[in-house]
């Protein structure tokens, strides 16, 4: 007990033991700490420290190859640590696109549902607070873990670079790499999202991080394979005209852009290829005349701000129905 | 003391068709031991969390500590302890970390959580289990800390759904002594919610019959077995070794009946298990005792039977069952 005591005494500052915590602050505090200490977040840092490191040591393997002389991307050198690739590991970019919504499900699947079975949701509701403090403070403690994590790799990625290959990135590469992280996070907050809702959905833990992956894995393989089939449907003829064609690219590049995933890789292929200038098809009117060069970043966001805004209506989305269903629920002990 | 400190009027819940609780009005008085005694599915949690306003009634007020519990449920959560039927606790924090947690949402400075946690570890005997896991603790420690938990608050008011269910019965002693203790030396009123009349019985002021959503009876248990067995108050139960005519014979309940008869508030005499049941409105035991020893029966058992909650219990059960 005084051991305890005493610890407790020593952390004392830390936790600013002689102030007044508002409550949602001590409900995020004791989150960060839960997902921080739970060995799923350890397996999953562990995993995606590996990869991250992986697609370092390929990417700076293959830096001297990746510049070819008058390339327009060559004042950019310091992006492509985060996109080249030589094809036997993916690059950075592609890395965390695969990892970020497994890290989302991990941190958001049972936020609820667990509280619930354990039987201490409604012990917390007794207390004296609001009831949308438990699922907020569990999404904003999900999303600092998963910001910290994120702007550390990156910029850990960043200096390891800079360290080995001597090169300093100028300011617009640098907030280049802030803005990828930023879109990062965001992609991996609509996967939070979603699994909390499923959370609040499903009574067991269990389902609805089966539920979870089962989205998952729709979105990232089954979808696919349904456009293609649209896609083979609704060929135009080969003889068709221009207007036709562009049509039907068009209907085709719809359906792949209600995939988040598909809106996180265009933003952050354009984010981080300066060189990228449309998403979508361009006929040769269009090129004519184009000089071939970087946009200046503003543009590049300018560009990708139907995806961002596509990403962020999907979390908010997701997060409005859990908030609303978890409000009107019955909260009853287990 | 006689004022009400939670007073529910007319509180209706409906889910679709069913109703779970039917125009209930109840007051309870400050600093009483109130039990509120039904079986399973009867709409007592339901009544409790309209209480702290975690579900709206469907019609009806709440009032706790003169609080309106829909309008302004948090005002009313910060003078009310709830110990949940099967509390649970984080697993992976101890005994003491749980209770500064509780404290801390109750805005109490750190320092404070952990002064009024240790006292309070210390009053419900786990001290010794402070610095544990709460996974490995058992049910009835489990219990205890809900009660800790409960109390890191100082509440005016607590409720407690099924606290004594899966402890053993030691434990539950124990549990009940030092609820009762609580409630004596803090002054804070209690709702104890249980199905298990025994307990009820043992600790409460006043108790509440709880059956379909509706309120029975009330009232302490003295009152309650007076009002449900008006007319026959007393009932003497009388065993003879030797009785005039054939042991399980139904005359021997009329030469019984007879011989008593002259005895001023006798009433009915049956045979019940080879034991006469002499129903009395006053207290004549002693009288029967000498009829019957003069009569030369061979008196063997005599007893004067009260009222429990139990048959109080069971006679609410055998009306509804007939309807």
Not at chain 1, 34 to 53: H, K, N
Not at chain 2, 160 to 175: A, H
Request: proline share 4%; net charge neutral; hydrophobic share 45%.
């Amino acid at each position: 007990m005084n051991d305890i005591t005493a610890t407790v005494k020593k952390r004392k500052r830390l936790w600013k033991a002689d102030e007044v915590v508002h409550p949602f602050r001590v409900i995020v505090h004791k989150e960060i700490s839960d997902q921080v200490s739970s060995w799923r977040f350890i397996i999953l840092l562990f995993i995606i420290s590996l990869t991250c490191f992986g697609s370092m040591y390929t990417a700076l393997t293959n830096i001297g190859s990746a510049v070819e002389p008058n390339d327009p991307e060559g004042s950019f050198l310091f992006l492509k640590l985060y996109t080249i690739s030589d094809g036997t590991l993916p690059s950075f970019f592609v890395f965390i696109s695969f990892l970020g919504p497994l890290l989302g499900i991990a941190l958001g699947f049972d936020t609820v549902n667990s509280e619930q079975t354990k039987g201490t949701l409604s012990r917390l509701m007794s207390q004296p607070i609001h009831r949308d403090f438990l699922i907020n403070a569990k999404f904003v403690s999900a999303l600092t873990v998963i910001s910290v994590l994120f702007f550390a790799l990156g910029f850990l990625f960043m200096g390891l670079g800079m360290v080995i290959t001597g090169l300093p990135p100028t300011p617009e590469e640098f907030w280049r790499v802030v803005f990828f992280i930023l879109v990062s996070i965001l992609y991996v907050a609509f996967w939070l999202n979603l699994a909390i809702l499923f959370s609040v959905a499903f009574r067991q833990p269990a389902t609805s991080a089966l539920a979870c992956i089962a989205v998952w894995l729709f979105l990232t393989v089954f979808y696919n394979i349904i456009v293609n089939l649209i896609a083979r449907a609704i060929a135009p003829p080969v003889m068709a005209g221009t207007q036709q064609a562009v049509r039907y690219q068009e209907i085709i590049m719809i359906l792949m852009k209600i995939l988040p995933g598909e809106l996180y890789s265009d933003a952050t292929t354009t984010i981080l290829m300066p060189t990228v200038r449309s998403l979508g098809p361009l006929t040769m009117e269009q090129i004519a005349g184009a000089i071939p060069g970087p946009l200046p970043l503003g543009q590049s966001l300018m560009l990708v701000w139907p995806q961002l805004t596509g990403l962020i209506a999907a979390t908010v989305f997701c997060f409005v129905i859990s908030y609303v269903s978890f409000m009107r629920r019955e909260i009853r002990s287990r | 003391m006689a004022e009400n400190i939670i007073e529910l009027r007319d509180l209706t819940k409906k889910y679709g068709s069913f109703t779970a609780v039917d125009q209930l009005s109840l007051a309870i008085r400050g600093g009483e031991i109130f039990g509120l005694l039904g079986p399973n599915g009867a709409g007592k949690t339901t009544t409790i969390l309209m209480m702290l306003g975690l579900t709206d009634p469907t019609s009806g007020s709440v009032r706790v500590c003169g609080i309106d519990s829909t309008g302004n449920p948090t005002e009313v959560k910060k003078r009310v302890g709830y110990l949940p039927e099967n509390v649970g606790f984080y697993e992976d924090m101890t005994g003491l970390q749980n209770l500064i947690f509780t404290g801390r949402l109750n805005s109490v400075t750190g320092m404070e959580a952990m002064e009024r946690a240790e006292e309070l570890l210390l009053k419900v005997g786990l001290t010794e289990h402070a610095g544990k896991k709460t996974l490995k603790y058992s049910r009835g420690m489990l219990q205890r800390l809900g009660l800790a938990d409960v109390l890191i608050k100082n509440p005016e008011i607590i409720i407690l759904d099924e606290p004594t269910l899966g402890i053993d019965p030691s434990g539950v002693r124990e549990f009940l002594d030092l609820i009762v203790r609580l409630s004596r030396e803090q002054g804070i009123t209690v709702l104890f919610c249980s199905h298990h009349l025994h307990q009820v019985q043992q600790v409460c002021d006043r108790v509440g019959i709880f059956v379909e959503g509706r309120l029975l009876a009330e009232g302490d248990i003295r009152s309650l077995s007076e009002n449900l067995f008006a007319g026959s108050p007393y009932t003497v139960e009388i065993g003879l070794r030797n009785p005039p005519q054939g042991y399980h014979d139904q005359n021997s309940a009329r030469w019984l009946q007879e011989l008593l008869g002259s005895i001023e508030g006798v009433g009915n005499v049956s045979l019940n298990y080879g034991k006469y049941m002499v129903e009395c409105t006053r207290d004549v035991a002693s009288e029967i005792a000498a009829k019957v020893v003069e009569a030369g029966a061979g008196l063997n058992y005599l007893n004067r039977k009260e009222y429990g909650l139990d048959d109080i219990y069971h006679r609410y059960f055998e009306g509804r069952e007939e309807q």
